[in-house]
């Protein structure tokens, strides 16, 4: 009987190297791609008492702690006092304070909205990149993040409700929301390490 020939040719093994190599990738992209996108948060208090005592009790915990230093100790009776006092002048601090939370936004999304809300001929030439009038509020709404209690993302706020806060608050605080927004777009993260030649 005459033997049967095969002609399919059996795949090469991948050499070992390579796929421990394409793994070491795949499992680093991996970790790339599933990162969170930055977070900053702006703080609204409008209670200046609770922001003065909290702003007090952090210089008397320093002031403690330096004098424990000085005098070769770990704690002190008056550090630990001075510490709970900033525990509970945190928590009335939190409790009377409103917090909004500003998302960075994926690259593609922030350059259509800017491109949304192109600055006017006039507003280029004194050298704005988007339109001063409109684009903040698009921004604050879109970068904005609501959660609720517990930590699910939930419907926050729209540009209409963007644009009256800042018509209607003062100067100062308007531009500090806008800020806000702006700054989760520009948080680093990363950082690079210049090697030696050798």
């Known amino acids: 009987m005459t033997p049967v020939t095969n002609d399919v ?13 394409d793994a070491h990738w795949a499992a680093k992209l991996a970790k ?24 007090e009790s ?12 000085e005098n070769g100790r770990d704690y002190s009776e008056a550090t630990l006092a001075a510490e709970q006092a900033v525990e509970e002048a945190q928590e009335f601090f939190d409790n009377v304070s409103t917090e909004l939370t500003f998302k960075a936004l994926p690259r593609p999304i922030l350059d259509g909205l800017i491109k949304r809300f192109p600055p006017t001929e006039a507003q280029a030439e004194d050298g704005d990149a988007w339109n001063p009038e409109t684009f903040p509020a698009a921004l604050i709404a879109a970068a904005h993040i609501e959660r609720d209690d517990h930590g699910a993302t939930v419907e926050g706020m729209s540009e209409a409700d963007a644009q009256d806060l800042l018509d209607s608050w003062p100067v100062a605080e308007s531009n500090t929301l806008f800020a806000a927004a702006w700054q989760a777009q520009q ?11 050798g």
Do not use: F, M, N, W
């Not at 952090?58 to 230093?69: G, N, Q, S, T, V």
């Open 32 to 55: 790339l791609r599933a990162r969170q996108l930055p977070e900053y948060t702006l703080v609204i208090c409008d209670d200046l008492h609770a922001k003065q005592h909290l702003d």
């Open 9 to 21: 040719q059996a795949t090469p093994a991948a050499p070992a190297a390579a796929v421990a190599k």
């Open 187 to 197: 948080i680093v993260r990363t950082s690079t390490v210049e090697l030696g030649k």
């Open 58 to 69: 952090l210089r008397e915990l320093a002031r403690c702690r330096r004098a424990d230093a």
